[in-house]
């Protein structure tokens, strides 16, 4: 019984060593660098209407739908998916734009709430990434997060005055809805500021308050790199190995402004014996392998990674079926529950020793 054990263990670990994109997948990921980076593209062999159909749910499990979309507007007539299947990808695209127009009214509304308070608003994650896509709108995200430094309970009662009921069950961040949009306004800018890494986040958050005179407030783009390691790391290491292709794709959008806006030294300094150095070089490793935007100077200053690392988190974007659970068979989610915990679960807890500080 051992024996055998041990050989499904082996041949699972293999597997992953040896982990190939299928054809839907590197269609997904060229479709993704023609949306970001302007590229030309012409698929060498086409996609069947049932490969399509694949696609279109592989692009919507990671977030990518509407980049997705652009990629395939660059293609050849009849490169294209069928008509019904299109009109669909388009109208689903039409809602998340508009959907992004009405994040961008709540956070108008937002600002004339806090404005005559005086209170100041940080805007992070999902909105604060989308500026630096191309076509903002097409990066698809929840809800606000904002951060209003020592003002979180101010903040909540101008909400109030204004009609608008706030939920306060959650001791991480309160809720509220403006506009029909959810805003998570966080009563910390980190949930857990017991490194120094995190220790330093605070900081530069308290800084870009001082520096910028009017909300809503970003943050720098080297410190916007560092919060996307972080995020991304936290996602990875606390959340069942939860990454996407989204995840990766910002990280390919930050790192365009590496070398003018910030530098990938000043970055390594930054998140220096943390496990986020690791994500970083991961997701850098990975953004070269596929789109090819890293410059000279920067992979030189990469960890040389064997292909089992780079395999293996390239799987665990893939990893997670994007069918619906009532889709599955009970069978396939069992024998996905046991694959993770005999192989991802190791590897983030070896992972995460070796580079916590």
């Not at 980190?190 to 490194?195: D, F, R, T």
Request: aromatic share 12%.
């Amino acid at each position: 019984m051992f024996a055998y054990l041990f050989f499904l263990y082996f041949c699972i670990l293999t597997n992953l060593c040896h982990f190939c994109m299928n054809k839907v997948q590197n269609t997904l990921v060229s479709l993704t660098k023609s949306a970001l980076f302007g590229t030309a593209l012409n698929l060498p062999e086409p996609l069947t209407a049932s490969e399509y159909e694949e696609l279109y749910h592989c692009a919507k499990h990671n977030g990518v739908m509407a980049l997705c979309l652009d990629g395939i507007q660059r293609l050849p007539e009849s490169q294209q998916p069928d008509k019904v299947l299109k009109m669909k990808w388009i109208a689903n695209v039409g809602a998340i734009e508009k959907r992004y127009a009405d994040k961008q009214k709540a956070l108008d509304m937002l600002m004339d709430i806090l404005r005559p308070d005086d209170i100041s608003c940080m805007v992070f994650k999902g909105f604060s990434i989308s500026r630096l896509y191309p076509v903002p709108s097409h990066r698809e995200f929840g809800d606000l997060d904002i951060f209003l430094y020592k003002d979180y309970s101010r903040g909540n009662t101008a909400f109030r005055k204004n009609g608008i009921h706030v939920n306060t069950e959650n001791h991480h961040h309160a809720q509220c809805r403006i506009n029909g949009i959810l805003v998570e306004n966080h009563a910390a800018f980190l949930h857990n500021s017991n490194s120094t890494f995190e220790r330093k986040l605070e900081q530069i958050a308290q800084k870009v308050r001082e520096e910028q005179q009017e909300s809503p407030l970003f943050l720098p783009p080297l410190h916007h790199a560092a919060y996307i390691a972080h995020h991304a790391s936290q996602h990875f290491f606390t959340n069942d190995c939860n990454i996407r292709l989204r995840t990766i794709c910002d990280w390919a959008v930050i790192l365009q402004g590496e070398g003018k806006d910030w530098h990938y030294s000043d970055l390594k300094k930054l998140l220096q014996h943390t496990r986020e150095t690791r994500m970083a070089d991961i997701m850098t490793t990975i953004c070269q392998h596929w789109y090819g935007n890293v410059s000279h100077d920067t992979r030189k200053q990469l960890k040389t990674f064997s292909e089992r690392n780079k395999n293996l988190f390239i799987k665990a974007i893939f990893a997670k079926k994007y069918q619906r659970k009532d889709e599955k068979r009970k069978w396939v989610r069992y024998l996905g529950h046991i694959y993770k915990q005999i192989v991802f679960k190791p590897l983030r807890k070896a992972l995460s020793k070796k580079y916590t500080k």
